[in-house]
């Protein structure tokens, strides 16, 4: 009868993310892995596979919450239009305090792998296929209120302020300063078209 495992198999894979969004993928070895979960090479390789499919499986962790994370901002209760306007905010607030540049796991995992793995790949463009859908779905509520006009496609505009979210972390990943970073958000507001409940 096989032994029960003596490890909290969710804590693991918290820690393994915790790790590859710190140092990377290549910046992170299976020693730092051992280190940070307090499981030997064994248990590892016997509980999650090797470092890549430990790494898949950490990624898709953090896509779950980067996507939960911008629903639960974009669905709350009240108007779409504010909600949008405090996430676009939000992300900005957030790019700032990260005084490390530690960046997005999404982001780092994107550039350090996906062009030559394309279980990264597909793991990415998912996600990125998710966030557009959670910003078009309030643009879309943000318009049938009044408060974005009606007749700009939703698709369009929340493939642009996504593209405009994921530079700003690019930017404050090369060091930009907060006035800068702030900026770019507010004039992404303001290029917004608004509707007819516009104050």
Do not use: W
């Amino acid at each position: 009868m096989a032994r029960p495992r003596s490890f909290d198999e969710a804590e693991v894979i918290r820690s393994a993310r915790n790790q590859f969004h710190r140092s990377g993928y290549a910046g992170t070895s299976l020693e730092d892995l051992c280190r940070v979960t307090g499981l030997g090479k064994g248990s590892l390789y016997a509980s999650f596979g090797d470092k890549h499919d430990l790494f898949l499986r950490a990624f898709d962790l953090y896509c779950r919450e980067v996507v939960a994370e911008a629903r639960a901002d974009l669905n709350g209760p009240g108007p779409a239009y504010p909600r949008l306007l405090d996430h676009i905010r939000a992300i900005a607030k957030s790019t700032v305090a990260d005084r490390k540049r530690v960046g997005c796991l999404l982001a780092k995992g994107s550039a350090e792998l996906a062009g030559t793995d394309p279980e990264v790949a597909d793991r990415a463009l998912a996600t990125f296929v998710d966030l557009h859908g959670a910003l078009a779905d309030s643009i879309a509520a943000a318009q049938r209120e009044g408060d974005l006009a009606p007749d700009m496609n939703p698709n369009q505009v929340a493939a642009l302020i996504l593209a405009v979210l994921r530079g700003i972390e690019a930017l404050g990943k090369a060091g930009a300063n907060a006035e800068f970073i702030h900026g770019v958000a507010e004039q992404a507001i303001a290029l917004l078209p608004r509707g007819a409940a516009e104050a």
